[in-house]
Structures are given as structure tokens and as C-alpha cells.
């Protein structure tokens, strides 16, 4: 097993998530229904931080549940947590085993609050510490960077979501997740193909907004942990708010840009990069005209939901980031410094 044949694990994680795991998530939508929940406040770190950002958008949008990201070291070091009442507190780990995680759903139960536990390990800290338990049964991942551990996580959080909104078109979209992802897997080769153009990168931007501001931060983070590249991840419009001014001449941009509400604003922005500022663009879009401005376009499906498009268009980011690595140099499955269970106070 390695880092590349786990990314290609992921349309049957993926699949076997939804014919498994459907009335689990009923039944915990039921139980948070009973609850007066105003709001979920997360903990999560690395990876599962960027899943914490797509069900802030996610829930937020689709099942009008506020969401907050928690601040661990209040838990931790400060020992000085907020008031949580009305919260469902809920703990993403990949580990189960960082502390400072397990410490805010240990404080949330104190509370009285409904916890819920999201991890790979459904016996671990955090699942004990936790009221309910989902099990994203992504199987064992060996090599330290997340990939098919992060988009089970995305799933997870998707599926509870249209448990709690009760739709069955929603369900239906889901049901074409595995099939979209086996899509993206087979540009494998066009990809390794394309890292060869970034071999020296040493900087870059990663762009994304909405539901894909999450995919900006997760693929900004394969980059630095695989690659060793400064990848700066940004909401296209924080972007706007200074940061532009880096842009020169061939500097690598990175964006996601599907489909959906932001898809315009992205464009325009694109378009300014690559006529006005020279920039050397990466585009990962289910859209023609964003794709022909990008020197790398990586295309996308047609008619991904933009709420799913996120569990999507990771994929041929992680690819990308894989092959990079390769290009470079560097140990795919074990990078330096960082370890695959990291314990964080």
C-alpha cells in the first residue's frame, strides 16, 4: 500500500460509505433533532480542519446550522473554554488520538452538550470521550499524507448533512460521488505529465471560495507537507485584499474554480491573472472558459453539484501534488518532519 494506490482507494471508501452508512446518519440526524442545537463548533487539526471548513459552508447553507471552528488551546493550555450551550460539539480526526481535539468534546459532554466524534478510529480517545461516533471506515492509511481519510471525512459530513436535511434528490446526488472520482482518477498520466512543468516551483498561491475554499487549503497542504512548496492558501476575495500585489510574471497560481454562485467572480479574477499579471495558472474546473485560461487546466466532470464538488476535485489536486513530489525528488509516503499521528496539546 502507498500514498498512490490509497488515492486510488477512494471510490470504493467512498461507495462504501453510502451503502453502509445511511441509517447510521439517520439515526444520529434523529437524536440531533431532539436536541435544541443552535450551532456546531468543531475541533480538528490539518486535514481534518479543512473538512471542519467544508461543513461550515456545508451545513451552514444547507441545513442553516451556524458553524464554528474551535480554539483548542482555550481547552488546553488557557483552561478557559467558552460557554457551549446550544452546541453540538463535534471532534474530526483521521487518529482519534490528539488531545487538545479530545479535550474540547471531553468538555462538551461536561457541558451537556450533544458530542459527536468523526474519526477513522472508532476506538480511540475520542471516540470514548464522544456521545455518538461515526466511523468513516476509509481502512487503514499507511502513508502520512490524508487522502482517502480526508475525502471520507468530506462524505461523512455530506451524508449527515442530507440526513438532517431529509431530501432524497440529495441522495441521489451523493450516489454519484464514486463514479465522478473513479472520472478524475483516470487523468493519473496527464497529470505526472504536467508536475514535470512545475519542478522548480518553490511558491505558489492556491485559490478556492464557497464550498471549494476547503479544497484551496487542503491542496495547498499536500503541497507544503509532500513537496516542501510555500503554498499559500486564499479565499479568491481575501486574495483581492492585498495578497494580489505578490503577482508577477510567471508565478504559479493554483485555483478551484467549479460551477456554482462564485464560479463568475473566479473567472474575472482568473482572467485579470493570467492577461494582466502574466501568471503561470494550475485550474482545476468543470468549466470551459476558466480551463483555456489555465496553461495546466485539469478538468472536472460535468454537472457535479457544486456541494459535492469539493469531495471531487481533491483528487486530481492530491494526483497532482503525488506526482510533484516524484518530480522533485522526495519520499512520497514519508515526509520529513511530520509523523501520521500527531498529538497536539
Known amino acids: ?83 457551549l450551550n446550544g452546541a453540538l460539539v463535534v471532534g474530526i480526526s483521521q487518529s482519534g488520538q490528539s488531545p487538545d481535539i479530545v479535550r474540547v468534546v471531553a468538555e462538551g459532554r461536561r457541558q451537556g452538550c450533544l458530542t459527536l466524534a468523526i474519526t477513522n478510529a472508532p476506538n480511540s480517545p475520542l471516540a470514548e470521550a464522544a456521545d455518538l461516533v461515526i466511523d468513516i471506515q476509509a481502512g487503514q492509511e499507511k502513508a502520512v499524507a490524508a487522502t482517502k481519510t480526508y475525502t471520507s471525512q468530506l462524505m461523512t459530513i455530506a451524508m449527515l448533512s442530507t440526513a438532517l436535511d431529509g431530501s432524497p434528490q440529495r441522495w441521489e446526488e451523493l450516489a454519484g460521488v464514486p463514479g465522478w472520482v473513479e472520472q478524475v482518477l483516470t487523468l493519473d498520466g496527464s497529470l505526472a505529465q504536467m508536475a514535470q512543468r512545475y519542478r522548480y516551483m518553490d511558491h505558489c498561491v492556491v485559490l478556492g471560495r464557497g464550498y471549494n475554499y476547503a479544497t484551496a487549503f487542503e491542496w495547498s497542504l499536500k503541497l507544503k507537507e509532500l513537496t516542501y512548496v510555500v503554498a499559500e492558501p486564499y479565499s479568491s476575495a481575501d486574495f483581492r485584499h492585498g495578497p494580489i500585489a505578490m503577482i508577477g510574471q510567471g508565478f504559479p497560481v493554483m485555483a478551484v474554480a467549479p460551477q456554482g454562485p462564485v464560479f463568475d467572480t473566479l473567472l474575472e479574477l482568473l482572467r485579470y491573472l493570467r492577461h ?28 457535479i453539484p457544486e456541494w459535492l464538488s469539493p469531495i471531487v476535485a481533491i483528487v486530481p489536486a492530491q494526483l497532482f501534488a503525488y506526482h510533484l513530489t516524484r518530480v522533485k525528488g522526495y519520499d512520497t509516503e514519508s515526509p520529513r518532519s511530520i509523523r501520521k499521528v500527531t498529538r497536539t496539546q
Open 1 to 83: 500500500m502507498s500514498l498512490h494506490s490509497e488515492i486510488f482507494e477512494q471510490p470504493a471508501c467512498l461507495d462504501m460509505l453510502l451503502r453502509t452508512q445511511r441509517q447510521k446518519m439517520e439515526e444520529i440526524a434523529s437524536l440531533v433533532r431532539q436536541h435544541a442545537i443552535h450551532y456546531a463548533f468543531v475541533a480538528a487539526r490539518g486535514t481534518s480542519d479543512n473538512s471542519g471548513r467544508y461543513a461550515q459552508y456545508l451545513w451552514g447553507a444547507v441545513n442553516h446550522l451556524p458553524l464554528a471552528l474551535a480554539t483548542p488551546s482555550l481547552f488546553t493550555y488557557y483552561q478557559q473554554p467558552p460557554l
Open 276 to 303: 494582466e499579471q502574466e501568471a503561470e495558472l494550475v485550474v482545476i474546473s468543470d468549466q470551459a472558459e476558466a480551463l483555456a485560461l489555465a496553461q495546466s487546466p485539469i478538468p472536472l466532470p460535468a454537472a
